[in-house]
């Protein structure tokens, strides 16, 4: 499409083929991927002319995908890009403004998570994306435009708060009700904490009932989480096999610092039963996971805490585990803790719950 009135569509885009599987390619990441390594940046913009637009104006990491949503196949190309290092990095989304827009954005927070990096949006002024803005006000108005990106989970708070009445207390209430959803997905408890005081200055309540109607969210998935997971658990060979929409389980994303530590207490909890109390253990199944699979193994191990100090303390949690999760159960209960000393390991498996335990009740405060 050349002119405005053109009847065909903007784009044609290219179907899959045996050799182009679009849901894996990054238009304009040939040219990007040295400054996106070097600058642990990338852009995401929404269009091909974006992209040049971008790159005109001096944003070398830019890139679009090809008439695709953003997914999984994406988010592994630009982790691979990043790296190991832990040095900062930084995935910035431009979106239109318009529903469409509001939509993709939304749909990028769900995948937030999956990123080795911290996730942004950038909005143009008046709705305009780069390319546009870049025609009409120049290439500093782009540059200033990815400079004044909010972090994601921000945008995600104003986009669930939208709509709802501030000027009452029922709509007030209503809209943190919506929007603690968003306080789930943030892995790190220090700047979960945070967005606890942005939301409650955002709907004028006090932290404290934030936290409470968090707590209560987090209760509700826990609780959705363990139950879907039981329904793969102990059928009847006449019932009819689960549907296709059945829960599945992420794999947990170890370069989150939050999941290193659950998986590390949960091989201490498998693998130095003897060391622990079974309160300390309890405590902890109950309060600390947050990763998916983790929970449901946690509450298999709560539910088995009469066995703790028994030979069979690790064939009742598998007992009580959907099959799904037998080979990471072997994994967690096979991985190579940092002691192998009888004596000093029992000390170890010590000092990783009590850290747990610490980290619960800083939690709570």
């Known amino acids: 499409k050349i002119y405005e009135d053109d009847p065909l569509a903007k784009y044609i885009n290219t179907g899959e083929t045996p050799v182009y599987h679009k849901s894996q390619v990054l238009y304009g990441l040939d040219l990007a991927k040295k400054d996106i390594a070097s600058k642990r940046q990338v852009v995401v913009v929404e269009g091909y ?6 790159h005109l104006a001096g944003i070398t990491t830019a890139v679009a995908t090809c008439g695709t949503a953003f997914g999984d196949d994406h988010i592994r190309r630009i982790n691979q890009l990043f790296g ?16 469409a827009g509001q939509k993709a954005a939304m749909r990028a927070f769900e995948s937030s998570g999956k990123f080795i990096a911290s996730t942004f949006v950038a909005v143009g002024p008046e709705g305009l994306d780069p ?25 995600a708070l104003d986009q669930k708060i939208a ?28 700047a979960r904490e945070e967005y606890v005081r942005i939301l409650a200055g955002k709907v004028q309540l006090g932290s404290d009932e934030i936290n409470r109607l968090l707590s209560a969210e987090v209760a509700k998935l826990r609780s959705s989480a363990v139950a879907g997971a039981r329904r793969g658990m ?13 829960p599945e389980f992420p794999t947990p994303n170890l370069n989150d610092p939050n999941t290193r530590l659950e998986q590390e207490v949960l091989a201490v909890i498998l693998q130095a039963p003897a060391a622990l109390t079974e309160d300390g ?34 064939a009742e949690i598998v007992s009580k585990t959907p099959e799904v ?9 096979a991985k190579e803790l940092p002691i192998r000393d009888a004596e000093q390991l029992n000390e170890y498996a010590l000092s990783v719950v009590n850290s747990a335990r610490k980290k619960i009740m800083m939690r709570q405060k």
Request: hydrophobic fraction near 45%; charge should be negative; aromatic fraction near 6%.
């Open 49 to 54: 002319t974006d992209v040049m637009a971008c």
């Open 84 to 99: 190991s290092s832990d040095a900062p990095a930084q995935v910035i989304f431009t979106f239109d403004p318009d529903a």
């Open 131 to 155: 390319c546009d803005l870049r025609i009409s006000r120049g290439d500093s108005a782009v540059l200033q435009m990815i400079e004044t990106k909010r972090p994601i989970y921000e945008f």
């Open 163 to 190: 709509g709802h009445d501030l000027s009452s207390y029922p709509g007030r209430l209503s809209a943190a009700t919506a929007a603690v959803s968003v306080l789930t997905k943030i892995a790190d408890l220090g």
């Open 234 to 246: 102990d059928i009847d060979p006449g019932e009819p096999p689960l549907p296709e929409d059945a």
């Open 281 to 314: 253990v309890l405590l902890i199944c109950q309060q600390m996971f947050a990763t998916p699979a983790y929970v449901v193994i946690a509450d298999a191990a709560s539910q088995s805490i009469s066995s703790l100090k028994q030979p069979g303390w690790f």
């Open 325 to 333: 999760l037998h080979n990471l159960l072997r994994q967690l209960a």
